[in-house]
């Protein structure tokens, strides 16, 4: 059964860097597109970015362009959220997630299959 444990949240102060991992197990990586969304408080969960399965194509919300970076190491069943110059707005719990079809959309939840457990992020000072 596929399982994936998020790590790397915490506390930190705005314009600070922390970076997530979400380590996979039950799972061949190679074949699925990753991701990661998040959900404040009051809010409904969003997508933040994604690298498909095939091509490895990356998106990323508009909101963190240039401020995140997502990236994976399949031999390691491992992706990683760098998050540079945080702000209190990005103040959630962050999920990863993994999906089996090689291009799916971030607005579409439904398409992402296997999630983990969640890890909170807190900016403030």
């Known amino acids: 059964q596929a399982h994936l444990v998020e790590s790397g949240g915490g506390l930190v102060q705005p314009g600070g860097s922390l970076r997530l991992s979400c380590e996979a197990s039950?799972?061949?990586?190679?074949?699925?597109?990753v991701a990661w969304f998040r959900q404040a408080p009051g809010k409904e969960r969003e997508g933040v970015a994604s690298?498909?399965?095939?091509?490895?194509?990356?998106n990323y919300a508009d909101s963190v362009k240039g401020r995140f970076t997502i990236s994976r190491d399949n031999a390691k069943k491992t992706w990683y959220l760098e998050m540079d110059s945080l702000k209190q707005e990005d103040t959630a719990v962050y999920y990863c997630a993994a999906s089996t079809f090689p291009n799916p959309s971030m607005s579409e939840k439904i398409l992402w299959v296997v999630w983990g457990q969640g890890t909170l992020v807190t900016v403030n000072s």
């Open positions: 039950g799972l061949v990586l190679d074949f699925y597109s």
């Open positions: 690298i498909t399965s095939v091509g490895g194509n990356i």
